[in-house]
């Protein structure tokens, strides 16, 4: 028997075919049809399902079940409740998709989705509870609770991106003041990087590449500038990472987790942001102590971690209701 794990996103559909021991079998991705709306985007997951099925030279009725994360806000049904990225409010999608494709069908955020393929197979693996922070255009996370995922008594919980940490001079895009999405995402390291080149006070390297164009600036050059040296990226990055520690301190005084993996573009940076957030997260940490430590990690399955992710979530599910 085989399991499918599909990343629903507002760009791309990403799908894997995956043996029941997670190894992957075939791997297909087509383009969101957004313009096609709720039934389109059903239909398109389901050709998406026979892609697979035809790639890994299978048959439909061998597959056990599919995953699907969404990038919104959903119940353990699949009644999306709200997915920006795709205009759905309230809509019945792991029904209708259960309905079209006559298979069993998992749902969950993306995030989660993420945490799960981290804790199966990547960072978190072989851990009881487990955190994954995902630092990108925005700021996501999934939790891991006993190896399962933990999303809340409404499916609104492990919003890690709204976490407050503080006052910000920008408000987020949910409307709340202060969200760790602000501090701590690709998004807000560029604008903040900006705002401090704009009030000129500090030479920086930046200042020759966004003569240019203040556009073209992206949080990698920031990451390598700060790396250089150079005192206006470090004191943008030093931001970031002090509101990044304040969040994972308060998910380590609430959770107490084995481990604490941030994945993510931002990522990339690797062992240089791992290190300046080892060393800012110890000042927050309440019960100081080496040996029930929280390790903190980054991320190893980039971006295949939400069909990975997917995937495994659905042969639990299984597993949990048989
Ligand atoms: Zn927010």
């Known amino acids: 028997m085989y399991l499918i794990g599909i990343d629903l996103g507002g760009t791309e559909i990403k799908g894997g075919l995956f043996k029941e021991d997670g190894e992957v079998l075939a791997k297909q991705r087509i383009k969101t049809p957004v313009s096609e709306g709720f039934?389109?985007?059903?239909?398109?997951i389901y050709r998406l399902v026979q892609l697979l099925v035809n790639a890994g030279g299978i048959e439909e009725k061998n597959i056990k079940a599919v995953g699907v994360g969404i990038p919104g806000v959903c119940d353990g049904e699949g009644m999306v409740y709200s997915a920006v990225n795709l205009y759905?409010?309230?809509?019945?999608?792991g029904k209708r998709l259960r309905a079209i494709t006559g298979l069993e069908i998992f749902v969950e955020n993306d995030a989660t989705m993420g945490a799960i393929g981290e804790s199966a197979v990547g960072s978190m693996k072989g851990v009881k509870n487990s955190v994954l922070i995902t630092l990108g255009t925005g700021v996501g996370g999934g939790i891991i609770i006993d190896h399962l995922p933990y999303s809340g008594s409404h499916g609104l919980g492990s919003e890690l991106g709204h976490m407050i940490v503080g006052e910000n001079y920008y408000?987020?895009?949910?409307?709340?003041?202060?969200?760790?999405?602000?501090?701590?995402?690709?998004t807000a390291l560029v604008n903040y990087t900006k705002k401090l080149l704009q009030e000129g006070q500090h030479e920086s390297i930046l200042c020759t590449k966004c003569q240019e164009d203040l556009d073209k600036l992206e949080a990698k050059d920031v990451f390598d500038a700060a790396k250089e040296g150079d005192q206006l990226a470090q004191k943008a990055v030093q931001r970031l990472v002090k509101y990044l520690a304040i969040g994972v301190a308060n998910i380590?005084?609430?959770l107490d987790p084995d481990v604490i993996a941030l994945g993510g573009g931002l990522s990339k940076a690797g062992d240089y942001l791992l290190n300046l957030l080892n060393n800012e997260v110890e000042k927050y940490i309440f019960f100081k102590s080496e040996k029930m430590k929280c390790r903190l990690a980054i991320a190893e399955l980039m971006n295949d971690a939400g069909i990975i992710g997917a995937a495994m979530l659905a042969e639990k599910r299984i597993q949990i209701s048989s």
Do not use: K, M, R, Y
Request: hydrophobic share 30%; proline share 3%.
């Open 39 to 44: 039934e389109g985007v059903c239909q398109a």
């Open 88 to 93: 759905w409010t309230n809509v019945p999608f």
């Open 171 to 186: 408000d987020c895009n949910c409307g709340s003041n202060g969200c760790l999405e602000t501090f701590a995402s690709a």
């Open 252 to 254: 380590n005084n609430i």
